[in-house]
Structure formats: C-alpha cells, structure tokens
C-alpha cells in the first residue's frame, strides 16, 4: 500500500509532468496555426480583391514567343498597388515558385470534384526548362499570390505573402 506522502509526491509528480506536457503541446500547436493561416488583407488589397470590371494582363517576353492572358478584375490595380516591385525577387526564385504553383494549380484542374472547377478552368503550359523571361515569370508569380489571396488558396506548402 502506498502511504498518503508518497501518494501526495506521486500526484504533485503526475501533475507537473501533465503540466509541462499541456505547455509543450500548447507550444506545439500555436506556430503551426500561425504558419498555416493566410494573412488578413489590407484596405487597398480588398479594394483590388472587390473590382468588377475585367481586367485583361497581357504576360508576354519581348525576348520569346511566350504570352499569358489574364482575365481577371482586379488583377491589374493588385499588380500596380500592392504587389513588390519588378526587380524585387530573382529570376529564379520566381521560376521555382512558379514550377511549384503550376504543378498544384494543373493537378486541381484535374480535380473538378474536389476543387471548385470556376476557379480552376484550363491547364498552364509551363515548361520549368524554358527560358520565359523576368517579365512573364514576375506577372505569373504575382497573378498566383493575387489568386491565392483573393479566393483562400494555398497552392505550395508556403503562405501566399507579399
């Protein structure tokens, strides 16, 4: 039989170890909802995200035969206000966002059951050995952060951030 001091350190023992335990899970759990969660948008960012009139981007390198058109309301004012600057981000940091999104963005149009088929209507052609140009791969990155944003996407394994 135990006696009650013995009784007394083991539930005072047992109560710390499940108090430590609760922080640490506690701990465990705050970052990983923070990292997951889309940041909330800003007054010039919901003006952008709340434009009617069709916006038409024509995404085109002098350099190659490659364009883009986007159709989308809004896009252009985001693109011009809230979006970095040109120059901003690499070449190449911009072509391995871009692999990534359209890999994601190709495999949900496949999956009209699953994701919502108004968003996600026709397949990009993006060839990741394919020189396209800073200009193209700079509106394309951008066109995915205004999409994620503006419809609660998440395309990578990455928050959608300006």
Request: hydrophobic share 35%.
């Amino acid at each position: 039989m135990i006696e009650s001091k013995q009784m007394k350190k083991l539930l005072i023992h047992m109560g710390a170890c499940f108090g430590i335990l609760s922080l640490f899970l506690i701990g465990c759990n705050a970052p990983k909802q923070a990292a997951t969660s889309t940041p909330v948008p800003s007054d010039t960012e919901q003006t952008a995200f709340q434009q009617t009139e069709g916006d038409t981007i024509r995404i085109a390198s002098d350099e190659t035969e490659y364009e883009i058109i986007i159709i989308e309301p809004g896009f252009n004012f985001w693109l011009k206000s809230i979006a970095r600057p040109e120059g901003y981000y690499s070449q190449s940091f911009l072509e391995s966002r871009n692999k990534i999104y359209v890999l994601n963005w190709n495999q949900r149009v496949l999956q009209p059951r699953q994701y919502d088929p108004n968003l996600y209507e026709l397949q990009i052609n993006y060839d990741s050995f394919t020189d396209y140009g800073y200009e193209v791969n700079y509106k394309l990155y951008n066109y995915f952060l205004y999409f994620q944003r503006k419809y609660s996407q998440q395309l990578g394994p990455f928050v959608p951030r300006i």
